[in-house]
């Protein structure tokens, strides 16, 4: 493992455009499970399952219970950024790091103060009437008494979240996709890269070094020059 970390310190040193690609395993460490490791959400029991839970017909016809699985384990407020967000921002800072591309929908790089930050599935910080598209911040939604949270309106209020069956947006896939392909390094980690369209994105990857760093094996590990199966905090903890 140092050897790894050592090659991955020597490849971002080397390096003025560094490209991070990130999922769920990014927030595990600040306490926000993720949902396919053996303790993620997928793995915990349920009424309904949470592939269905967080899909768009789901939303429409069972706002309810859409509402009370989503405060209950959607509530990224609660929540704070731990040591690989704070390195990237870091990294960012120093010019190193041209764009961060996450899965996560939790703020969480923003929070500690990154810029350029492309949210593939939204952010449940975001939130929008759908009658008169009023906004509503992540406090509105998750403070919020009523079972279903509804606009001054009357209109019901949707998480900007993209759902099953519902697509990414245009402009964040065109700005994910020039960022990879420009990129010199990228790095992918904390992803399963089982959801697609955003893990075919890492396919636009001209540059030099495709590094992955997991705790478990993905099926895109052979194509990486480095692969590490570690644990991410003990990773960038390690990185200056
Ligand atoms: P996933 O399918 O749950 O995969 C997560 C991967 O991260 C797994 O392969 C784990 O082995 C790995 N992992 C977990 N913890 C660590 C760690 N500390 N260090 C290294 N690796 C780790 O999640 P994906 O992001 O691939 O799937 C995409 C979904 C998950 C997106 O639609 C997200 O919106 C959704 N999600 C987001 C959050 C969040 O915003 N924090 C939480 C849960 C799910």
Same mark, same amino acid.
């Given at each position: ?16 455009n ?14 926000? =499970? ?11 029991k349920? +009424?309904? =399952? ?5 899909? @768009? *017909? #789901?939303?429409? @016809?069972?706002?309810?219970? #859409? ?35 996450t ?5 969480? @790089? ?10 593939? @599935? ?14 509503? &911040? ?24 993209? %759902? ?5 947006? &245009? +402009?964040?896939?065109?700005?994910s ?6 990129a010199? %390094? ?10 697609? =369209? ?6 636009? #990857?001209?540059g030099?070094? %495709?590094?992955?760093?997991?705790? &478990?094996? *993905? ?22």
């Amino acid at each position: 493992m140092e050897k790894e970390i050592e090659k991955l310190k020597k490849m971002i040193e080397e390096s003025n455009n560094i490209v991070f690609f990130g999922g769920a395993g990014v927030s595990t460490e600040s306490g926000i =499970p993720d949902f396919r490791s053996k303790d993620g959400l997928y793995n915990q029991k349920y +009424k309904y =399952p949470p592939e269905e839970i967080l899909s @768009h *017909t #789901f939303f429409m @016809h069972n706002t309810k219970e #859409f509402y009370k699985f989503y405060r209950e384990k959607m509530n990224s407020l609660k929540y704070e950024p731990n040591i690989t967000h704070i390195k990237l921002a870091e990294l960012e800072q120093k010019g190193k790091v041209k764009a961060i591309i996450t899965q996560n929908i939790d703020g969480l @790089h923003q929070k500690v103060g990154s810029k350029n930050v492309f949210e593939l @599935h939204g952010s449940v910080l975001r939130n929008y009437c759908m009658k008169c598209n009023k906004f509503y &911040d992540g406090k509105f939604i998750f403070d919020n008494k009523d079972e279903i949270p509804t606009c001054e309106c009357g209109g019901i209020i949707k998480p900007d979240v993209v %759902l099953y069956e519902e697509g990414l947006d &245009d +402009k964040t896939i065109r700005n994910s996709i020039e960022a990879i392909y420009n990129a010199d %390094l990228l790095i992918v980690a904390g992803t399963s890269l089982t959801v697609y =369209p955003a893990s075919g994105l890492i396919n636009y #990857f001209r540059g030099r070094n %495709l590094v992955l760093i997991n705790k &478990d094996q *993905t099926t895109f590990d052979n194509k990486a020059d480095l692969v590490i199966n570690q644990g991410l905090g003990k990773v960038f903890k390690e990185i200056v």
